[in-house]
Antibody, heavy 121, light 107 residues
Framework: QVQLQQSGPGLLKPSQTLSLTCAIS??????????WNWIRQSPSRGLEWLGR?????????NYAPSVNGRITVTPDTSKNQFSLLLKSVTPEDTAVYYC???????????WGQGTLVTVSS | DIQMTQSPSSLSASVGDRVTITCRAS??????LAWYQQKPGKLPNLLIY???TLQSGVPSRVSGSGSGTDFTLTIASLKAEDVATYYC?????????FGGGTKVEVK
């Protein structure tokens, strides 16, 4: 049974960098049968996929156009976890942030507990 | 980028009713579509992947169909426990866009 445990601060000021980590148990960040994703949810934007990291013969990342240029998703194989950095946050980045595993054959079947991130001066 | 449009945005039905939710992609995504159920205050729960494959543990009254650009999620006989918001998501290629959601209520 895969478990994803998120950690990171929930309150930021505008222009700061959001930093979250997702620790994986029951699977490997290096698995060739999964991708490791960050998703956020807010009343105004609904569910929004932000980005992912995956390992096949090499590491790859993909990002949503809406946050491309501000986002970095990084795997950490030594700790079996992956992280999210989102630079220059604004109040519009206020949301619940989730890490999640997508199976290679489709569908996101495991989710972290969610972290409410509030951006406010 | 491919846009995902769900309809209706909300619906109210009686227990025992057949409920149908549609999801339309702006371009062909094959069968690379998943459906999720999210109850208030809970995490999204995967119901269906590959457009019509039921995730383990999901009741058989739930089904999915479609391919290309038009997809359907059907609850054959609505139960009170099905009150939730339902989302579709494409995953053929990034970005893995979600639909806007359909809120299902019981009359």
């Amino acid at each position: 049974q895969v478990q994803l445990q998120q950690s990171g601060p929930g309150l930021l000021k505008p222009s700061q960098t959001l930093s979250l980590t997702c620790a994986i148990s029951g699977d490997s960040v290096s698995s060739k049968l999964a991708t490791w994703n960050w998703i956020r949810q807010s009343p105004s934007r609904g569910l929004e996929w932000l980005g992912r990291t995956l390992y096949r013969s090499r590491w790859s990342v993909n990002y949503a156009p809406s946050v491309n240029g501000r986002i970095t998703v990084t795997p950490d194989t030594s700790k079996n976890q992956f992280s999210l950095l989102l630079k220059s946050v604004t109040p519009e980045d206020t949301a619940v942030y989730y890490c999640a595993r997508e199976k290679d054959w489709g569908g996101t079947d495991s989710w972290g507990q969610g972290t409410l991130v509030t951006v406010s001066s | 980028d491919i846009q995902m449009t769900q309809s209706p945005s909300s619906l109210s039905a009686s227990v025992g009713d057949r409920v149908t939710i549609t999801c339309r992609a702006s371009q062909d995504i094959g069968i690379h579509l998943a459906w999720y159920q999210q109850k208030p205050g809970k995490l999204p729960n995967l119901l269906i992947y590959e457009a019509s494959t039921l995730q383990s543990g999901v009741p058989s009254r739930v089904s999915g169909s479609g391919s290309g650009t038009d997809f359907t999620l059907t609850i054959a006989s609505l139960k009170a426990e099905d009150v939730a918001t339902y989302y579709c998501q494409k995953y053929n290629s990034p970005p893995l866009t979600f639909g806007g959601g359909t809120k299902v209520e019981v009359k």
